[in-house]
Structures are given as C-alpha cells and as structure tokens.
C-alpha cells in the first residue's frame, strides 16, 4: 500500500470518526423522549382525548420544565404478545430514551399463560435495554375471583422481570384507584376502565419512577 494510499485511508478513517462523533453529541443533546407501549388503560379509552395519564404526563413535563415528549403507542385490547411484536419497529421510529410498558391486564382477561405473559414482558423489557432506553414496568393485579394463587402470581410475574433486568418497576398501576375506599365511583360503566377523574391519581403513581429515569 502506498504512502498517498495509507493518507487517503487515514483521512478516511477520521472523516467517518468525526462523523461518528457528531451523531453521539446529537443524540446526547436531543430532547428525551418517552414511549409508553400499553393497553386501553394509556389509550385513552371511553375518554376524552388528552385527559389520560399520558396525555397529562406531558403536562407535567412542562410544569416540571423537563425537556421531554410523548409518544403514545397504547392500542386498546393489547396483549404482551402484540406490544412484543410492535416494539422493535417503535424503537427504530422513535429512539426513546424511556420505554413504559403497561401491558398484561389483557393476558390475564384471556386466560393466557402466566409463562408466556413473563417471557414477552422479559423479552421487551431487554429489546428496549438494547436500544439504549430505560424501562418502566407498570404492574397490574387482577381481581381476588381469580382465585389467590393466581392472583399473586400475576402480580410476582412484573417483580420477576423487574429484578431480572434491573428495570424500573410501579408495583400497580391502579393504585389509588382499584383500591380506593371509592373505587366504584372512579370506573366506566364497565368496572375496568378508569374515568377521567381517576387518570391524575396514575398519573401521580407513574411519574416518579419516569421522572427519575430521566433525570439520570
């Protein structure tokens, strides 16, 4: 290889360094940004638009001067297994820096496998990892007619992979609201969605563990 070769190859090599360089200060400095991947719980469902705990969660970002937006991948009647197949597609889009995942309550209503509900949320939960991006997990419970083994097991199943991963977790997402003196009073008709009024009381059980992911 001649001088003039090895030059043109060195010059190379920085231009694509160089390049490199700029594409990791851009991503550092880019404004943070939140994927939440759920079910008709985060989409809003029965309610008027921008009154879900998503849609005031980018409120709060403001209020708290967090330079951060939403996106809100939640489709209503969504499993584990349809955000696991959605997932790779949205980090490639969106590049979040913080990916929330509020799906399960759905494998439970179908009677799916409590092993395929851990091995989906595992699996996303470490794509996200992949990524780059920080995880969330929104815990769920069921109801006690599920029968008592059951029923802790779900709730264990977002712990399992919690601690496996390392991921954040929020133990239950209807916390203060399922479990309210007034519970009732806070549900649609169907007694499994929340009301409007109910979505700052999720909100406020969400966002601590959010906020923290992005501020560190």
């Known amino acids: ?35 939440v991947l759920g ?6 469902y029965g309610l ?14 403001a209020k708290d001067k967090l330079a951060a937006s939403v996106v809100n991948a939640s489709i209503s009647g969504d499993t584990t297994s349809g955000g696991r197949s959605r997932l790779p597609a ?25 092993t395929m509900t851990h091995d989906n949320l595992l ?3 470490q794509t996200a990892q992949a990524s ?11 109801p006690p007619n599920y029968g008592q083994d059951y029923t802790k097991r779900f709730s264990d199943t977002f712990a399992t992979v919690a601690k496996s991963t390392k991921a954040a977790l929020v133990p ?20 499994i969605h929340p009301k409007e009024e109910a979505h700052p009381t999720i909100l406020n059980t969400m966002w601590p563990a959010i906020k923290n992911l992005l501020r560190s």
């Open 1 to 35: 290889m001649g001088l003039s070769v090895v030059r043109r190859h060195c010059i190379a090599l920085l231009i694509l360094a160089s390049f490199a360089g700029a594409n990791a200060a851009h991503a550092k400095d880019a404004p943070a940004k939140v994927l």
């Open 39 to 44: 079910d008709s719980l985060s989409a809003e």
């Open 48 to 61: 008027k638009r921008g009154t879900g705990w998503v849609a005031l969660m980018e409120q709060r970002m």
């Open 90 to 114: 949205l980090l490639a889009q969106h590049q979040p820096t913080v990916v929330v995942i509020e799906l399960g309550g759905n494998d439970a209503l179908r009677g799916l496998p409590l």
């Open 123 to 125: 699996a996303m939960t």
């Open 132 to 142: 780059g991006a920080k995880v969330v997990l929104a815990g769920m419970q069921v």
């Open 172 to 191: 239950f997402l209807l916390k203060g609201v399922a479990d309210a003196p007034n519970a009732t009073a806070l549900f649609q008709a169907d007694r």
